[in-house]
């Protein structure tokens, strides 16, 4: 083989070296740190759109049904206890998950809870907490979960020792 050859092998090794390195350095990382807790608050861009008032010339009037709907039908989660005590998370229609992962809407730091937990979502007008069969339970005031139960607004849910109340 050329000299050639051979230093382009020697820089081809020591390149897949560094990248092994560098790999094994952020998995390392990953385990020592754990995973990052993203906010899902909306940015301020989001904020200054939604502070803009309508630009419709008609006013705007509230239905009387919507406004009786939505006093009896909870529209956010608060945490009330647990490491994320204060945090509030707007329902969606789709559902929403409550776990440790990433993925989860509300990501608990909580050892007791379980990577997909417990899921919130909305069936024939009304919302339902299921247990997603969880290793600790979810708890829906002092009753465990077995099966969707029915939610409204001022229920407590606790999954581990994050407690989590149901609001307007």
Known sequence: MSELTLTIIRLGLLVL???????????????????????????????????????????????????????????????????????????????????RNPECALVLDDDFASGRHARIFERDGGWFVEDLGSTNGTFLGAQKLTDAMPVEVGSVLRIGKTVVELRN
């Open 17 to 99: 070296l560094w990248v092994f390195v560098f790999s094994v350095v952020g998995v390392l990382r990953g385990d020592l740190y754990g995973t990052r807790v993203v906010s899902r608050a909306p940015g301020r861009r989001a904020q200054r759109v939604a502070a803009k008032p309508p630009r419709s010339k008609q006013p705007a009037t509230p239905r009387p049904k919507a406004k009786a709907r939505r006093n009896r039908v909870p529209s956010s989660l608060t945490v009330t206890e647990g490491p994320l005590a204060g945090t509030s998370l707007r329902l969606r229609e789709a559902g929403t998950l409550i776990g």
